[in-house]
């Protein structure tokens, strides 16, 4: 079983900058897809940023400027800048590692870390 492990979260003012960590306990160069992705209370998970075969980096519309998303192959991890950070970003947020690309293949999840944007 593939492990992701999430690290980085906490609370932070509105305008403030958090990163986040995904470590991978397997080699990275195995996955095609690493995601993030977000949840806030009472919504559906949400996409925020996937690095595709390490190359194609696709952000969601209301992160694009804020946010960046970098696979660090050397430390077999991935991170998420999050920059001016608000509010509506609270969420717990997800690392996701996807094998393939194809549509069954859900990938492998972490626990997630939880991100709160308060005053």
């Known amino acids: 079983q593939v492990q992701l492990a999430e690290s980085g979260g906490g609370l932070v003012q509105p305008g403030g900058s958090l990163r986040l960590s995904c470590a991978l306990d397997?080699?990275?160069?195995?996955?095609?897809?690493l995601a993030w992705y977000r949840q806030a209370p009472g919504k559906q998970r949400e996409l925020v940023a996937d690095?595709?075969?390490?190359?194609?980096?696709t952000y969601a519309e209301s992160v694009k400027g804020r946010i960046t998303s970098t696979r660090d192959n050397a430390r077999n991890t991935v991170g998420l800048q999050m920059n001016n950070l608000q509010p509506e970003d609270t969420a717990v947020y997800y690392c996701?590692?996807?094998?393939?690309?194809?549509?069954?293949?859900?990938?492998?999840w972490g626990q997630g870390t939880q991100v709160t944007v308060s005053s």
């Open positions: 996701n590692g996807r094998r393939s690309l194809d549509a069954g293949d859900s990938g492998y």
């Open positions: 397997t080699s990275i160069y195995s996955f095609a897809s």
């Open positions: 690095i595709v075969n390490d190359r194609r980096i």
